[in-house]
């Protein structure tokens, strides 16, 4: 049974940082991609950023690039997303996935986690 379980997320000022974890369990964590996407009350899933095996990273838009960092810990089968200098359009609840495949699509992730909630207040 594959399980993966962010934690990490709350309520946080503009400006401040959080990071998020994700343990994953149940599968080869360091042979599968892992990525991270968020959605926002009202709004579609949308991917955030993925890193694959051998530490190739993707971010999705101009707009976490710069701010956010993925990395991984093979030894520990956790994924991180360091989210640094938030904003209020960053809030969401964010999820971390499981992939055979570095993709920016939901549609390629098999596993998915439950998610933590980050809110950024103004």
């Known amino acids: 049974q594959v399980q993966l379980v962010e934690s990490g997320g709350g309520l946080v000022q503009a400006g401040a940082s959080l990071r998020l974890s994700c343990a994953a369990s149940?599968?080869?964590?360091?042979?599968?991609?892992m990525g991270w996407f968020r959605q926002a009350p009202g709004k579609e899933r949308e991917f955030v950023a993925a890193?694959?095996?051998?530490?190739?990273?993707?971010y999705s838009f101009d707009s976490v690039k710069g701010r956010f960092t993925i990395s991984r810990d093979n030894a520990g089968d956790t994924v991180y997303l360091q989210m640094n200098s938030l904003k209020p359009e960053d809030t969401a609840i964010y999820y971390c996935?499981?992939?055979?495949?570095?993709?920016?699509?939901?549609?390629?992730?098999?596993?998915w986690g439950r998610g933590t909630q980050v809110t950024v207040s103004s």
């Open positions: 996935a499981s992939s055979s495949t570095m993709s920016t699509s939901g549609r390629h992730y098999d596993y």
């Open positions: 890193i694959d095996r051998s530490g190739y990273i993707t």
């Open positions: 149940g599968r080869t964590f360091s042979s599968y991609t």
